[in-house]
Nanobody, 128 residues
């Protein structure tokens, strides 16, 4: 069973940066499309970004283009989300998950029903 684990969250000042990591236990991430979601208190998880397994499309939520960058390192079996110019409204729990619809991201990436093997989430707090 694929088990994903997020890390890299924390407290950062507005304008700062964080890099989130998504690692897999017992499975090779290379063959999966991986998505990042975030969840605000009392809200449903929303799609942030998705990276395909190979030379497929990469997706970003429109409001995050230019600030967030998704990447993968197959040698380390990990997917990353680099978040720059962070704002207080980026404060949320961030999750990674594997797409169930195939190896390439759909555009838009889909909703929580299109992803599985969720990690436990990592808290990102942007505050001065």
């Amino acid at each position: 069973q694929v088990q994903l684990v997020e890390s890299g969250g924390g407290l950062v000042q507005p304008g700062g940066s964080l890099r989130l990591s998504c690692a897999a236990s017992g499975f090779n991430l290379e063959h999966l499309a991986i998505g990042w979601f975030r969840q605000f208190p009392g809200k449903e998880r929303e799609g942030v970004s998705c990276i395909s397994s190979s030379n497929g499309p990469t997706y970003y939520a429109n409001s995050l283009k230019g600030r967030f960058t998704i990447s993968r390192d197959n040698a380390k079996n990990a997917v990353y989300l680099q978040m720059n110019s962070l704002k207080p409204e980026d404060t949320a729990v961030y999750y990674c998950a594997a797409a169930v619809y195939g190896r390439q991201c759909e555009v838009p990436m889909g909703t929580i029903v299109d992803f599985g093997s969720w990690g436990q989430g990592t808290q990102v707090t942007v505050s001065s």
